[in-house]
């Protein structure tokens, strides 16, 4: 962990929420890569905002689009990595992947598909080059790769193992393994070792390459960097494969009906085994929570209520929460999110949906910031359901206009009845603004959202990117299966932010609004 990494989050700003894979530059080969975020970062500056928040950036399975289910909770996935800045000769595009990685780039969205399929070619061959030893030999750059995989090893090793296999193996699930390997039996691990010694350097090097671009990446951003914690990983994971006894994968990990779906939600994710990972330590999440501190200045918990008691489903259609009972739902919470506080990065707590009262007191206890998504703040036990106001959330919390999992503001204002619109609009910042509850949005609309979003009292504020320039795009909508989730991006490349003139005004607006309200 880089030191005083929390340390970076001081007073109260306002950062972006921007996935990375949204944030593609003119040198990208058809999404955000991790060198992207240096100049997002400096136009995010010029709008006096302190930092980007992020979500998941761990490798997907492929034909995956979505961050949440992932092939490992450690790993970065190479999706992410810069061809144009790696090390060695330049790797160009093979004259059969040009057409492929124009159409990835001329896309009105991302083409998963397309873009790994010319970056994994353009990988293997800048890979085979370094295999050669053109450039690999004793070179400070080899240095380097054996010094990561050393200092790395503790969850570098089984991880790579993992991926041979995993592409040895057709991308079949472990379970479909050859026993010895499915097993893990050591005498396996070791043949598998040699068997593919080649294909796990390549892994290495991948992780490396995402290593050195991650930490170039967080010394030249002028903001600080907020990762996202996600619940867990597929049951197809390197996680999963080599901590075998500390999960169930015969049941489901979902949620239970919110406002997001009246059947709930089935994620198809695993299940912690609490009573085997507590009798240990902790030891994965300890370990998960040392490396979000290694790549972020503070990151987003999701699902916090998944922590204190987890909603599963078995096979015959019976619901379960575990642990069953609030005593020991709030010890295992308490106890698990010290864990998660204990490498310094600053913490914020996803509390939204079916969240028990127990739940969001408790981390206030801790000094833990939940979510203020201002639409759902309201007094429901009182008539009319008024707006609670902004300026009088609490100071240890995150006021927020949209999630990633949200329609944007615009779609919200629009969508919202008569009678909700009014109550809006009799929050003491939005009285008096001229405009009514019959107002289509529009920029002045946005703009008086965003004005008492500022005049928030939390100490952290967040605005996913459309809602700062007013856009409609969704990044995901839970429950759906859609070739459109996951896969939103800027309409310009991310160095055009400093030229565009909708750009340069939306940042001198909310360097406005941060003087104005004190997020400087």
Same mark, same amino acid.
């Given at each position: ?5 929390g ?17 593609p530059? #003119?040198?990208?080969?058809?999404i ?10 400096r ?17 997907? $399975? ?6 949440y ?32 990685? $124009? ?22 061959? *800048? ?25 790395q ?28 390997l499915?097993?893990? /039996? ?36 002028p ?13 197809h994971? *390197? ?29 198809? %994710? ?40 987890t909603?599963?489903r078995?096979?015959?259609?019976e $619901? ?58 309201? /007094?429901?036990?009182?008539?009319? #359901?008024p707006?609670?106001?902004? *300026? ?15 329609e ?7 969508? *919202? ?23 289509a ?5 946005r ?15 967040? %605005?996913?990117l ?35 003139p ?16 004190d997020?400087?």
């Amino acid at each position: 962990m880089r030191e005083g990494s929390g340390a970076r989050l001081r007073g109260r700003p306002a950062g972006a929420l921007v996935p990375l894979f949204s944030v593609p530059s #003119h040198r990208s080969w058809g999404i955000g890569e991790i060198p992207d975020l240096v100049p997002l970062g400096r136009w995010l500056q010029s709008a006096a905002m302190g930092f980007v928040q992020l979500l998941p950036v761990n490798e997907m $399975q492929e034909g995956q689009s979505s961050p949440y289910s992932a092939l490992s909770a450690m790993a970065i996935d190479p999706i992410f990595i810069s061809l144009s800045s790696l090390p060695g000769p330049a790797v160009e595009p093979a004259p059969g992947e040009r057409a492929l990685l $124009q159409e990835a780039r001329e896309a009105p969205a991302i083409r998963y598909g397309a873009v790994r399929a010319a970056k994994g070619a353009g990988l293997r061959r *800048a890979f085979a080059s370094y295999d050669r030893g053109e450039w690999h030999g004793g070179s400070p750059d080899h240095h380097s790769l054996r010094q990561f995989c050393e200092e790395q090893a503790w969850w570098l090793d089984d991880y790579v193992l993992f991926r041979a296999l995993h592409e040895h193996y057709h991308r079949r699930h472990w379970q479909e393994w050859d026993p010895p390997l499915r097993d893990r /039996e050591p005498a396996a691990l070791r043949e598998a070792r040699e068997r593919f010694a080649r294909s796990i350097r390549y892994y290495e090097w991948l992780q490396w390459l995402a290593h050195e671009q991650w930490q170039r990446m967080r010394r030249e951003a002028p903001v600080a960097i907020l990762g996202d914690f996600p619940f867990m990983v597929s049951g197809h994971s *390197a996680d999963v494969w080599s901590r075998q006894d500390e999960f169930r994968i015969d049941v489901s990990v979902g949620v239970p009906p919110d406002a997001f779906s009246e059947t709930g939600q089935d994620w198809g %994710l695993p299940l912690y085994r609490w009573d085997v990972i507590s009798a240990r330590g902790d030891e994965w999440l300890r370990l998960r929570a040392r490396r979000c501190a290694d790549l972020y200045d503070g990151f987003r918990i999701d699902h916090l209520v998944g922590f204190y008691r987890t909603f599963f489903r078995t096979a015959e259609g019976e $619901q379960f929460f575990d642990p069953p009972d609030q005593p020991a739902q709030q010890a295992q919470g308490e106890r698990l999110l010290r864990v998660f506080a204990e490498p310094g990065a600053r913490l914020i707590a996803e509390d939204l949906g079916v969240v028990p009262d127990f739940v969001r007191a408790s981390i206030g206890e801790l000094g833990i910031p939940g979510l203020k998504v201002f639409r759902w703040e309201r /007094e429901w036990d009182l008539d009319g #359901h008024p707006f609670r106001n902004p *300026a009088e959330y609490p100071a240890v919390s995150v006021a927020v206009s949209s999630t990633h999992d949200t329609e944007s503001l615009a779609d919200w204002w629009d969508g *919202a009845d008569a009678d909700e619109r009014e109550a809006a609009l009799d929050v003491p910042g939005l009285r008096g603004r001229p405009f009514t509850p019959a107002s289509a949005y529009s920029p002045e609309v946005r703009d008086a959202l965003l004005d008492v979003l500022y005049a928030a009292r939390s100490g952290l504020l967040i %605005l996913p990117l459309q809602d700062i320039f007013g856009w409609r795009d969704r990044i995901n909508t839970p429950a759906l299966v859609s070739d459109e989730n996951w896969t939103w991006r800027l309409p310009w490349a991310v160095e055009d932010l400093s030229e565009v003139p909708d750009a340069l005004e939306r940042a001198r607006f909310l360097r406005g609004l941060a003087a104005k309200h004190d997020r400087l």
